[in-house]
């Protein structure tokens, strides 16, 4: 299912861009076709709310719901602060080991591992990509392609063996992280867009000592999509 998702964002993000180029060498068609809506395009400020879920957790399904809010500075920079916070629940190979144990049929034991449970970042927002895409030749809708970078620090669920039970306990802890983000607006009027987006989380310090998340990166990759509110 995760991997549907991140071929249809790719989906996304290439064919509109492909679509664009084709449609903005036809002015007569541009003249002809109504356009949705005109964006603001040096908008000042701009609030979204969006959801979406993990693609590189193995053992917790997590699902994000973000708070971002960005001010344009110039026609294609801005400043972006991005707080998140992760639901999670147990992914169906979790549950088939957890059942093994418990049962006792099994000598396999779940490894160690860790989750991103929130995370407040800041950065640059840059968008190099302005354009319009035509669905069946009868409208044009305004879309931007944008990227950022983003730092600040990402509250992580630890599961850590008991050495006398063998079973995994939570744990907390906080690392810096780096974000880096790119995803698209498809604007639905002059003032709200549709949003969709990739972004990496990457964790800078050492989880486990041995095994996954032992090395200084620690990389959490997702999907988000949402409304975009431009004001």
Known sequence: MRFILLTIILFFLVSSNLFAEKYQSADKLS?????VSIP??????????????SVSDTYASTYPIALV????????????????????TNSSLKDSIDDAFEN?????????????????????????????????????????????????????IVKKRDDDTGLLNDE??????????????????SSLAFNIELINNMTIGQIFETGSGSGTLNQNFAIRMGLNYIF
Request: aromatic share 20%.
């Open 104 to 156: 006792a049929t099994s000598k396999v034991l779940l490894p160690e591992y860790s989750f991103n449970r929130a995370h407040f970042n800041m950065g640059i927002i840059f968008k190099p990509i302005y354009g319009k895409i035509s669905f069946f030749s009868e409208k044009i809708i305004h879309f931007d392609l944008y990227m950022s970078v983003l730092g600040g620090g990402t509250y992580n």
């Open 69 to 88: 809010y960005n001010y344009k500075f110039s026609k294609f920079f801005g400043f972006i602060v991005d707080i998140s916070y992760s639901f999670d």
């Open 172 to 189: 907390n802890k906080f690392l810096p992280s780096v974000m880096f983000t790119l995803g698209q607006n498809y604007f639905l009027t």
């Open 31 to 35: 003249r002809d076709i109504p356009i």
């Open 40 to 53: 603001k395009i040096i908008e000042t400020s701009a609030i979204s709310l969006k959801f979406g879920t």
